[in-house]
């Protein structure tokens, strides 16, 4: 099993930046990617960014693409994800998971960490 704990979330204004950490620990070898994910209010949870273990390989929305970087640092076990320019339609629950983004099958999430971007 692999298990996430997601960390670095809270209040901005709109523009500011936040980075947001997710600690992996477990089986993680039994993945091969990390990625992100948000939830609005009312809305379907939806991809953010991801990144490959191996190769660090990375893929993201377009709503983010400019805006967020993804990394990880695997001796840590550690994935982060850099927002800068906040909108607030940013606002969200953010996920960590752990699975494989070619399939976009990912077993593993962590708990969340709310994002809220004052306008």
């Known amino acids: 099993q692999v298990q996430l704990v997601e960390s670095g979330g809270g209040l901005v204004q709109a523009g500011g930046s936040l980075r947001l950490s997710c600690a992996a620990s477990?089986?993680?070898?039994?993945?091969?990617?990390g990625a992100w994910f948000r939830q609005a209010p009312g809305k379907e949870r939806e991809f953010v960014a991801a990144?490959?273990?191996?190769?660090?390989?990375?893929y993201y929305a377009d709503s983010v693409k400019g805006r967020f970087t993804i990394s990880r640092d695997n001796a840590k076990n550690t994935v982060y994800l850099q927002m800068n320019s906040l909108k607030p339609e940013d606002t969200a629950l953010y996920y960590c998971?752990?699975?494989?983004?070619?399939?976009?099958?990912?077993?593993?999430w962590g708990q969340g960490t709310q994002v809220t971007v004052s306008s």
């Open positions: 998971a752990a699975g494989r983004h070619s399939s976009g099958q990912y077993p593993y």
């Open positions: 477990g089986r993680t070898f039994s993945t091969n990617s």
């Open positions: 990144i490959t273990w191996s190769s660090s390989s990375t």
